[in-house]
């Protein structure tokens, strides 16, 4: 038992959830009785998402042991057998805080709804909390259960309300645009779902099918099943409380709603996007993997789950992008991930003419520069290490213009500026904006340092690009620029261990070249420096 309370703590040390989990669990079930072990193993698995391991330990202990998000475990887990009474007997009497008692006031209704008592279960759910932000992310959960009693011109009003204050639960907005449909309102569900279908964001490729679907005349699909409504309804309720909760409560709520509803797609996806934001890649891919392909969140999250390939396997991330590019030609976002990870992959000729395709698409449909920006910005990515640098230009200073205070935009354009050495005061104030906008990136102080360098200003240089150094230790780059400015300003050794150091940092072939030359004959003096001129004129007046 002390092996697996030591295994426990080492995996928390080290940040290993799963084997955090299965180190707790095994202290625990060698010791049942002992409540700590208990309350550790049981987060740990929460933490995991491992919600059938959470409900087998809670059962194992008397019910005044169980920790809140153990008895909502219990509760979701009779609601999604139909054991109804079970669910309401489990929570009654039960202190949570102010968030997980709308959860569970919630999974009442549900459980209410399923007695066949639908009045009962949308008077409990109207209930005021006192809290007004989480009386407003009930909208669209109260919206569904009216919709689920045939109350339909009701469940319409407080969608409109959820909408006014700026509800965007992908499934609830989906549901939202059928619910119109089936009340004959079928262009107020074609005016809800164009703005929201085929922008240039991930999360609007979820409205495409929905509003292909409305125009080709198909009806309202409404009459969901016990289990569906109730997965949807709640997904909305923890979604519009996820922006005043910690992400850590978001996604033990999603484990749960997953747990109650293994099939819904809405739910699998949400979890999976969510845990991927935060950096539980390798807990995020399964719910991404799980979300079927004639799911409206498909192409969304395919997307995610490239990305994460991306990560350890760039090859296959880009077999994974053409894949749905090929079988969703027409979809923007399945389109836009295929020019990115071409671009990711440096096949920049091909990436171009993806950019430029896309870029020709929006344009047609006269989308705003704010939002083309991200296409500019890639097309020009590509054109500038295609060396058609003109074109670069133009496409960068595009993608400024519409996002004059995105730091990735600020750093690409200032660095490329500066390198060339064009514009060295514009570049160094695009820089130092960029570094005021994210404070903690070593690649744009490295940027920034390079920009000081080619400005002349080594000194300054010399302490940006250590400062990056000590942020980024392991990009090639940064070890290589630190190595220059050294060597500029007299510290020949110090560049040589820093060039030396940037060789085992994975450079690329380009890089080992001029690496090598480097560490082999040092670099030359630059007469357009002030510095390396007067080094030269003593030189030669020797």
Same mark, same amino acid.
């Given at each position: 038992?002390?092996?697996?309370?030591?295994?426990?703590?080492?995996?928390?040390?080290?940040?290993?959830?799963?084997?955090?989990?299965?180190?707790?669990?095994?202290?625990?079930?060698?010791?049942?009785?002992?409540?700590?072990?208990?309350?550790?193993?049981?987060?740990?698995?929460?933490?995991?998402?491992?919600?059938?391991?959470?409900?087998?330990?809670?059962?194992?202990?008397?019910?005044?042991?169980?920790?809140?998000?153990?008895?909502?475990?219990?509760?979701?887990?009779?609601?999604?057998?139909?054991?109804?009474?079970?669910?309401?007997?489990?929570?009654?009497?039960?202190?949570?805080?102010?968030?997980?008692?709308?959860?569970?006031?919630? #999974?009442?209704?549900?459980?209410?709804?399923?007695?066949?008592?639908?009045?009962?279960?949308?008077?409990?759910?109207?209930?005021?909390?006192?809290?007004?932000?989480?009386?407003?992310?009930?909208?669209?959960?109260?919206?569904?259960?009216?919709?689920?009693?045939?109350?339909?011109?009701?469940?319409?009003?407080?969608?409109?309300?959820?909408?006014?204050?700026?509800?965007?639960?992908?499934?609830?907005?989906?549901?939202?645009?059928?619910?119109?449909?089936?009340?004959?309102?079928? $262009?107020?569900?074609?005016?809800?779902?164009?703005?929201?279908?085929?922008?240039?964001?991930?999360?609007?490729?979820?409205?495409?099918?929905? #509003?292909?679907?409305?125009?080709?005349?198909?009806?309202?699909?409404?009459?969901?099943?016990?289990?569906?409504?109730?997965?949807?309804?709640?997904?909305?309720?923890?979604?519009?409380?996820?922006?005043?909760?910690?992400? @850590?409560?978001?996604? $033990?709520?999603?484990?749960?709603?997953?747990?109650?509803?293994?099939?819904?797609?809405?739910?699998?996806?949400?979890?999976?996007?969510?845990?991927?934001?935060?950096?539980? $890649?390798?807990?995020?891919?399964?719910?991404?993997?799980?979300?079927?392909?004639?799911?409206?969140?498909?192409?969304?999250?395919?997307?995610?789950?490239?990305?994460?390939?991306?990560?350890?396997?760039?090859?296959?991330?880009?077999?994974?992008?053409?894949?749905?590019? @090929?079988?969703?030609?027409?979809?923007?976002?399945?389109?836009?991930?295929?020019?990115?990870?071409?671009?990711?992959?440096?096949?920049?000729?091909?990436?171009?003419? @993806?950019?430029?395709?896309?870029?020709?698409?929006?344009?047609?449909?006269?989308?705003?520069?704010?939002?083309?920006?991200?296409?500019?910005?890639?097309?020009?990515?590509?054109?500038?290490? #295609?060396?058609?640098?003109?074109?670069?230009?133009?496409?960068?200073?595009?993608?400024?213009?519409?996002?004059?205070?995105?730091?990735?935009?600020?750093?690409?354009?200032?660095?490329? *500026?500066?390198?060339?050495?064009?514009?060295?005061?514009?570049?160094?104030?695009? *820089?130092?904006?960029?570094?005021?906008?994210?404070?903690?990136?070593?690649?744009?102080? $490295?940027?920034?340092?390079?920009?000081?360098?080619?400005?002349?200003?080594?000194?300054?240089?010399?302490?940006?690009?250590?400062?990056?150094?000590?942020?980024?230790?392991?990009?090639?780059?940064?070890?290589?620029?630190?190595?220059?400015?050294?060597?500029?300003?007299?510290?020949?050794?110090?560049?040589? #261990?820093?060039?030396?150091?940037?060789?085992?940092?994975?450079?690329?072939?380009?890089?080992?070249?001029?690496?090598?030359?480097?560490?082999?004959?040092?670099?030359?003096?630059?007469?357009?420096?002030?510095?390396?001129?007067?080094?030269?004129?003593?030189?030669?007046?020797?």
């Amino acid at each position: 038992m002390f092996a697996s309370t030591l295994a426990g703590r080492y995996a928390q040390g080290i940040n290993n959830p799963t084997l955090a989990a299965q180190a707790w669990s095994g202290a625990f079930f060698r010791r049942t009785s002992d409540m700590e072990l208990y309350h550790r193993a049981s987060a740990a698995n929460l933490e995991i998402g491992d919600l059938e391991m959470v409900a087998r330990m809670a059962k194992m202990v008397a019910p005044g042991q169980r920790p809140p998000k153990a008895v909502l475990t219990l509760a979701i887990e009779a609601l999604g057998q139909g054991r109804y009474q079970d669910t309401m007997r489990l929570l009654d009497g039960q202190k949570f805080s102010p968030s997980l008692s709308q959860f569970a006031s919630h #999974l009442r209704a549900y459980a209410l709804v399923g007695q066949g008592q639908s009045q009962k279960a949308i008077e409990l759910a109207a209930q005021p909390t006192g809290i007004v932000e989480l009386d407003e992310a009930a909208l669209m959960s109260r919206a569904i259960l009216l919709a689920r009693a045939k109350r339909l011109q009701e469940a319409v009003t407080l969608f409109e309300r959820a909408r006014t204050l700026g509800q965007e639960s992908p499934a609830g907005l989906r549901f939202y645009s059928q619910l119109l449909l089936a009340t004959g309102e079928k $262009d107020k569900a074609e005016a809800l779902l164009v703005p929201l279908a085929g922008r240039s964001s991930v999360k609007g490729s979820s409205f495409d099918a929905p #509003l292909a679907n409305l125009r080709a005349g198909e009806p309202a699909h409404v009459a969901l099943n016990a289990q569906d409504f109730a997965a949807i309804g709640m997904l909305t309720l923890v979604e519009a409380m996820a922006d005043s909760r910690p992400p @850590t409560e978001t996604s $033990d709520l999603l484990f749960l709603l997953a747990y109650f509803n293994p099939r819904s797609n809405e739910v699998a996806a949400a979890l999976g996007q969510h845990l991927a934001t935060h950096g539980y $890649d390798e807990l995020a891919e399964p719910y991404l993997q799980r979300v079927s392909a004639d799911s409206p969140d498909f192409v969304a999250a395919r997307t995610e789950l490239a990305w994460l390939i991306y990560g350890r396997d760039p090859n296959r991330a880009l077999q994974e992008a053409r894949s749905l590019a @090929t079988k969703y030609p027409k979809s923007f976002a399945a389109m836009t991930l295929l020019a990115d990870m071409l671009a990711a992959n440096r096949l920049d000729s091909e990436a171009e003419a @993806t950019y430029h395709q896309l870029i020709k698409w929006a344009e047609e449909a006269k989308w705003s520069p704010v939002e083309i920006w991200p296409l500019y910005f890639g097309r020009g990515g590509a054109r500038e290490r #295609l060396g058609r640098w003109p074109e670069a230009l133009a496409d960068l200073r595009l993608a400024k213009a519409a996002a004059p205070n995105q730091p990735n935009v600020l750093n690409y354009l200032g660095y490329a *500026l500066a390198d060339r050495g064009e514009n060295l005061d514009e570049a160094v104030t695009m *820089l130092r904006n960029a570094m005021r906008l994210r404070p903690g990136s070593g690649a744009i102080l $490295d940027s920034y340092g390079w920009a000081l360098f080619k400005s002349g200003r080594l000194e300054e240089a010399a302490t940006i690009l250590e400062r990056a150094a000590g942020l980024a230790p392991n990009l090639a780059e940064v070890a290589d620029h630190l190595g220059d400015v050294y060597w500029h300003t007299g510290r020949p050794e110090e560049a040589r #261990l820093e060039w030396q150091r940037a060789l085992s940092l994975n450079p690329t072939e380009e890089q080992t070249k001029a690496l090598e030359t480097k560490l082999a004959n040092g670099l030359p003096p630059d007469p357009n420096r002030a510095a390396d001129a007067a080094i030269l004129a003593q030189t030669k007046s020797n």
